[in-house]
């Protein structure tokens, strides 16, 4: 027999519940970054290869300048991005951004005025670029401008544990995940603050199911944040709310265009790593994130 006293209404479970305080996520009910109601997307954008990769030499917080690869990766992505709605679309509104921020590091600043000027090419206005410390690269101490192999050889243990155990280990003189953390939370929030200032939140009760939203231009305004593979693995775990132990279930190939999207207050990741507008370029032995991924490197 079924306790009728275990059965509530949606009325009452609300009522019980409340309204969802401003940052708190109405998914979890856990503390977070983004402002209750949002409605809005966040377009993530790794930057393009550097003299540092073809190297294979652990870049962090160190200068390394875009090759002439890395300059056309830039070009097509903001090619891309400047035409959301060219076959195959864009989960990105049909509009100019609203804010375009980028790492402060040399090789992200390239990437973001690259790709700033083809969507200004296309006709769409940008506003003026932003740099942000809080989306610089992880600093990776003694290990930075080092090979794979130098690395082992003097500092294996720790790059094992890295590899393993990101929030326990990190590169001697380096920054710890949590110290990256308190820096994207800073910058995240004042970004998504910035987002929903003068506009109206939205609501969940509406379809979450893809394929029933409704017809007509996308009023969402949207901002590109240019960065790196480290940070960016940071940034999207913050904003799903998932721990840092999830550091390494994300990967951001060079060029490529990742979107999170912002339903309500709840962030969604829409798009992981797209790539495609790279061509065969996505897949150049030149430019193999997904070799550096596994090496650890950033």
């Known amino acids: 027999m079924v306790d009728p006293g275990r059965h509530r209404t949606l009325k009452s479970t609300l009522r019980e519940a409340g309204r969802p305080r401003a940052g ?11 402002p209750s109601g949002l409605d809005a997307v966040l377009v993530l954008l790794r930057h393009g290869q550097t003299q540092f990769i073809v190297e294979k030499r652990f870049q962090g917080a160190m200068e390394a300048p875009l090759t002439a690869l890395g300059e056309r990766q830039a070009r097509l992505a903001g090619r891309r991005l400047a035409t959301p709605a060219a076959d195959p679309p864009l989960p990105i509104p049909d509009a100019e ?7 402060p590091l040399g090789r992200a600043s390239r990437t973001a ?4 000027a083809e969507i200004r090419a296309a006709g769409r206005s940008t506003p003026p670029l932003r740099p942000d410390p809080g989306f610089s690269e992880i600093a990776q101490g003694g290990w930075e401008g080092l090979t794979d192999e130098q690395i082992t050889a003097r500092f294996g243990d720790s790059l094992a544990g890295w590899r393993r155990w990101p929030t326990k280990f990190n590169a001697p ?9 308190a820096r994207v939370e800073t910058s ?25 939203g409704d017809a007509g231009p996308d009023p969402r305004r949207w901002s590109l944040v240019v960065g790196h ?5 940071v940034v999207v775990c913050a904003l799903l709310g998932l721990p840092m132990e999830h550091f390494w279930n994300f990967d951001f190939g060079l060029g490529a265009i990742t979107v999170m999207e912002i339903r309500a207050g709840r962030a969604v990741l829409r798009a992981l790593n797209l790539d495609a507008h790279l061509g065969v370029e ?9 070799e550096r991924d596994r090496s650890g490197a950033l």
């Open 188 to 212: 995240l929030s004042a970004l998504l603050a910035e987002m929903s200032d003068g506009t109206a939140p939205g609501t969940l009760d509406r379809h979450q199911v893809l394929g029933y």
């Open 97 to 103: 951004p609203f804010a375009i921020v980028h790492s």
């Open 24 to 34: 708190e996520d109405p998914a979890s009910g856990a503390a977070s970054l983004i």
């Open 173 to 181: 003189g380096g920054e710890s995940l949590d110290q990256v953390l």
């Open 229 to 233: 593979g480290g940070v960016f693995r």
């Open 282 to 290: 996505a897949e150049s032995p030149a430019d193999d994130s997904s």
């Open 113 to 116: 005025e690259i790709a700033a």
